[in-house]
C-alpha cells in the first residue's frame, strides 16, 4: 500500500517560514491535502490540491509538490501555528485515504 | 452552521460491537461522500472506511475490513459505523468527515468538514 512520510517534528521561531515535507513513491502525480491538528480539537483541512485554500485559511498557508515530496509552507509563522500537521492522498490502486504519520510544529 | 455530530462511543469488552452515528446538519448530506477516520490515543489519524452520497460504492481499510460496516440514512442526514468484533486496537476517538466538493460538484478528495469525535475504548 502507498505510504506517505513526515518528518516527527519541525522547529521554527516566530515570524520565520516551516516548511513540512511529506514523502511518497511518484506523490507529485496525486493530489495532497494538508490538515492542521491542535490538542483536543478535530482536524481542520488547510491545503486541498496541492496549493489550494480552503476559504477563511490565512495566505500565509501555501503548499506545492513535485517529484517524490510535497511540501507545506507556513510564512511569517505564529504562536497560534504550533499544532500537528498531517498530509493526505488518495491512493486509487488500494481504494484507500492515506494519511502520512504526522509531524509536530513547534514555534520556539 | 455546517456540522457533523458523532456519537455512540463508549466502553466495549474485546469481541463485542458498537454503532456509532454522526448527524449532519447545515448542508445537504446527500450530495455529499462521507468518511470514518480514526485516532489511537497519542497517535496519527488513520482512514477507516468511505461511503458514496448514493450508499453505492463502500470501501474499507484492511484493518477494519470484515468486521466494520458503514452506511448512511439521507432521510434522516445521518452516517453510521457498525463495529464487529472489536480489538484492543480499535481504541481510538472516531470521526466522521464530509468530502469537500469542488468545481461541477466533484469531490475533491479532500475532508472539509470533521465533526468532534466520539471515543470508543475496547478493554476489559
Known amino acids: 500500500s502507498y505510504v506517505l512520510t513526515q518528518p516527527p517534528s519541525v522547529s521554527v521561531a516566530p515570524g520565520k517560514t516551516a516548511r513540512i515535507t511529506c514523502g511518497g513513491n511518484n506523490i507529485g502525480s496525486k493530489s495532497v491535502h494538508w490538515y492542521q491538528q491542535k490538542p483536543g480539537q478535530a482536524p481542520v483541512l488547510v491545503i486541498y490540491y496541492d496549493s489550494d485554500r480552503p476559504s477563511g485559511i490565512p495566505e500565509r498557508f501555501s503548499g506545492s509538490n513535485s517529484g517524490n515530496t510535497a511540501t507545506l509552507t507556513i510564512s511569517r509563522v505564529e504562536a497560534g501555528d504550533e499544532a500537528d500537521y498531517y498530509c493526505q492522498v488518495w491512493d486509487s490502486s488500494s481504494e484507500n485515504w492515506v494519511f502520512g504519520g504526522g509531524t509536530k510544529l513547534t514555534v520556539l | 452552521e455546517v456540522q457533523l455530530v458523532e456519537s455512540g462511543g463508549g466502553l466495549v469488552q474485546p469481541g463485542g460491537s458498537l454503532r456509532l452515528s454522526c448527524a449532519a446538519s447545515g448542508f445537504t448530506f446527500s450530495s455529499y461522500e462521507m468518511n470514518w477516520v480514526r485516532q489511537a490515543p497519542g497517535k496519527g489519524l488513520e482512514w477507516v472506511s468511505y461511503?458514496?452520497?448514493?450508499?453505492?460504492?463502500?470501501y474499507y481499510a484492511d484493518s477494519v475490513k470484515g468486521r466494520f460496516t458503514i452506511s448512511r440514512d439521507n432521510a434522516k442526514n445521518s452516517l453510521y459505523l457498525q463495529m464487529n468484533s472489536l480489538r484492543a486496537e480499535d481504541t481510538a476517538v472516531y470521526y466522521c468527515?464530509?468530502?469537500?466538493?469542488?468545481?461541477?460538484?466533484?469531490?475533491?478528495?479532500?475532508?472539509?468538514?470533521w465533526g468532534q469525535g466520539t471515543m470508543v475504548t475496547v478493554s476489559s
Open positions: 468527515a464530509r468530502e469537500a466538493v469542488g468545481v461541477g460538484a466533484i469531490s475533491t478528495d479532500a475532508f472539509d468538514i
Open positions: 461511503i458514496s452520497s448514493s450508499g453505492s460504492t463502500i
